[in-house]
């Protein structure tokens, strides 16, 4: 079954082995060092570099409709034969905005909120970046959907970094 695979930075490769995703997408800042895994090539890796910001700020970059526009066009490109692994920093912000994402616009059938309820039920530190959830919302013509989704399920436990954790599709 297809899955969307979130860790953070730290556990790339035990992730990358352990669910044997063929597609990676990292959502970190510009300059970040990310060593792709051997497993993952080079095409089938997504690096988008912006800050975890949800307001434009001086000398940093905040996430902009052209890195939603390209993000929902890898995850619509993936072949789902294998799992994909999402990543950023710690594994809280961006990259569970991210999956979210993702499962919105590959299941656009899916109810947001039931969405939502599924990452905070696989993740207690999951906290999504608003900006990249409403700016995908507007993209997906969701009307609002998901970024109510998102803040129904509220802010995650305070944490260094995530827990490498898993959500299907097709659930």
């Given at each position: 079954m297809p899955a969307v695979h979130v860790c953070p930075l730290s556990q790339i490769a035990p992730t990358v082995r352990a669910s044997g995703a063929r597609h990676m997408v990292s959502v970190i800042n510009e300059g970040t060092p990310v060593l792709r895994p051997a497993e993952i090539m080079a095409e089938?890796?997504?690096?988008?570099?912006?800050?975890d910001i949800v307001a434009p700020a001086d000398g940093m970059t905040a996430p902009a409709e052209v890195h939603v526009e390209t993000l929902i066009g890898f995850f619509e490109r993936w072949d789902r034969a294998a799992p994909i692994v999402v990543h950023c920093y710690a594994?809280?912000?961006?990259?569970?905005?991210?999956?979210?994402?993702?499962?919105?616009?590959?299941?656009p059938q899916r109810d947001e909120r039931e969405t939502a309820r599924a990452l905070r039920k696989a993740s207690r530190f999951a906290t999504p970046n608003s900006r990249l959830v409403a700016i995908a919302d507007r993209l997906l013509a969701r009307d609002g959907r998901m970024v109510a989704a998102i803040?129904?399920?509220?802010?995650?436990?305070?944490?260094?970094?995530?827990?490498?954790?898993?959500?299907?599709?097709?659930?």
């Open positions: 089938n890796h997504l690096f988008l570099g912006f800050n594994g809280i912000s961006r990259s569970t905005a991210a999956a979210f994402i993702a499962l919105c616009a590959l299941e803040a129904e399920i509220g802010r995650g436990e305070d944490a260094y970094e995530n827990i490498p954790f898993v959500l299907p599709l097709g659930t």
